[in-house]
């Protein structure tokens, strides 16, 4: 049983088309999304529709809600809500039920995945510090569980001896014993200095995960936010990764 799992796609439908194009040499039995389809990015129609198309497992992200009219946009940076507001003015009402539906943890008999926290889901908190993801440890069994929300892949693990700890890898095989958070990474908005999509490969048999990436035409993706009337900032920082 092989895994896709991809998060944080953020309406940018070059980085997205580019992952979606590698995943098909993957032989995947499933793929996951681990929210925010939309926000950002100029493109959310049709991320939305690609995703449709893709009969996914999808958790629901802060800014899919938000786009939804289903959350407050109180907390968000002043950029982050103009594209929600912006994002809110292009879809249609079906389109905000398809981003209202998904559940906040989707759970099967390998894996677990949320968007930010499994401690308080509907909180959207991030995991940056060992406190943080040690919240989420408590919350889960042995099953791996996948994140996204921060847009940096990550990869933590927890052992009964040793304790906490980041594994600076991008292939990890998981042991007995050790529970895993992985964060997959952000296809369409990364924030780690690398402007490639990334995005993760879960091999259940062989108990490999690996975090991967792919470039893609940031410059036309940019382009379109630029005439789209979005915050140009949100074009500028998909060239630095950042
Ligand atoms: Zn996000």
Redesign the pocket.
């Known amino acids: 049983m092989r895994y896709g799992i991809l998060?944080?796609i953020?309406a940018n439908l070059e980085a997205y088309e580019a992952v979606i194009s590698a995943l098909k040499e993957e032989q995947l039995d499933k793929l996951i999304i681990v929210?925010?389809i939309v926000?950002y990015g100029a493109d959310p129609k049709e991320c939305i529709s690609l995703t449709k198309s893709l009969s996914a497992g999808i958790v629901c992200?802060?800014?899919d809600r938000a786009a939804a009219g289903f959350m407050d946009t109180n907390w968000f940076n002043d950029y982050a809500r103009k594209a929600v507001l912006w994002t809110q003015s292009v879809l249609s009402e079906e389109e905000k039920q398809f981003l209202r539906e998904p559940g906040l943890i989707f759970e099967d008999e390998n894996i677990i995945a949320v968007h930010g926290s499994l401690d308080e889901p509907q909180k959207f908190n991030y995991i940056f510090e060992f406190d943080e993801a040690d919240r989420t440890f408590l919350k889960m069994g042995k099953k791996p569980c996948f994140i996204?929300?921060s847009?940096s892949p990550a990869i933590i693990m927890k052992d009964r001896i040793k304790g906490i700890n980041a594994i600076f890898k991008e292939e990890v095989e998981l042991e007995e014993g050790r529970k895993y958070i992985i964060n997959v990474g952000?296809v369409g908005?990364p924030r780690d200095g690398d402007n490639r999509a990334s995005y993760a490969i879960y091999d259940v048999n062989s108990r490999k995960v690996t975090i991967k990436r792919i470039g893609y035409d940031v410059k036309k993706a940019q382009d379109k936010i630029l005439d789209s009337g979005l915050p140009e900032i949100l074009a500028y920082r998909l060239y630095e990764g950042r």
């Open positions: 998060s944080d953020h929210g925010d926000g992200g802060n800014h996204g929300h847009h952000s908005q």
